[in-house]
T-cell receptor, first 115, second 112 residues
Framework: AQTVTQSQPEMSVQEAETVTLSCTYDTSESDYYLFWYKQPPSRQMILVIRQEAYKQQNATENRFSVNFQKAAKSFSLKISDSQLGDAAMYFC????????????FGKGTHLIIQP | KAGVTQTPRYLIKTRGQQVTLSCSPI?????VSWYQQTPGQGLQFLFE???????NKGNFPGRFSGRQFSNSRSEMNVSTLELGDSALYLC???????????FGPGTRLTVT
């Protein structure tokens, strides 16, 4: 079974600074996708960024970028120029290429933005 | 394009009752997945429906069931509710079940 581990229960960063959230995963599959989702206090789960395993290039979405290390099974999220609206729970998630077993989530990292 | 919608947003039920939750996916999406979120267990996959068929299932008891209609709308049913079923139930849709999923706002179920 696939597992996703987020080792940082909580992170704090000053507004406008950069923060990196860590995620490792374990799978024997070669075809899969990785995601970061954001869940603010409203509990609405919002897709932040996606990465296909077959792509070597790291995904980027505006201030959000990932460092995908396939051999190390590591998938970290970097948030640049942190804003107050970035405060939320961040979940790392995995899904196999065929979609079996749905999304597997990590336990989440609570990101606090200090003004 | 409208997002994923879930109804109702909040529910309070008594132990032993049953409950039905509804989810309407993004237009054009044929896959609907359901997840349970609790403080203790985190986010757990319940099941996925695609073209009216349950295609994948998580490790939940048979009290949890679902179905999908021809318009891709999905319902989830929980029978004989237990206190431990209190959770946020999230529905997510995707075009094919592979790749990214888009979530609804969730239904908060409280069992007393």
């Amino acid at each position: 079974a696939q597992t996703v581990t987020q080792s940082q229960p909580e992170m704090s960063v000053q507004e406008a600074e950069t923060v990196t959230l860590s995620c490792t995963y374990d799978t024997s599959e070669s075809d899969y996708y990785l995601f970061w989702y954001k869940q603010p206090p409203s509990r609405q789960m919002i897709l932040v960024i996606r990465q296909e395993a077959y792509k070597q290039q790291n995904a980027t979405e505006n201030r959000f970028s990932v460092n995908f290390q396939k051999a190390a099974k590591s998938f970290s999220l970097k948030i640049s120029d942190s804003q107050l609206g970035d405060a939320a729970m961040y979940f790392c998630a995995y899904i196999s290429g065929g979609g079996a077993d749905g999304l597997t989530f990590g336990k989440g990292t609570h990101l606090i933005i200090q003004p | 394009k409208a997002g994923v919608t879930q109804t109702p947003r909040y529910l309070i039920k008594t132990r032993g009752q049953q409950v039905t939750l509804s989810c309407s996916p993004i237009s054009g999406h044929r896959s609907v997945s359901w997840y349970q979120q609790t403080p203790g267990q985190g986010l757990q996959f319940l099941f996925e429906y695609f073209s009216e068929t349950q295609r994948n299932k998580g490790n939940f008891p048979g009290r949890f069931s679902g179905r999908q209609f021809s318009n891709s709308r999905s319902e989830m049913n929980v029978s004989t509710l237990e206190l431990g079923d209190s959770a946020l139930y999230l529905c997510a849709s995707s075009f094919s079940g592979e790749g990214e999923q888009y979530f609804g706002p969730g239904t908060r179920l409280t069992v007393t």
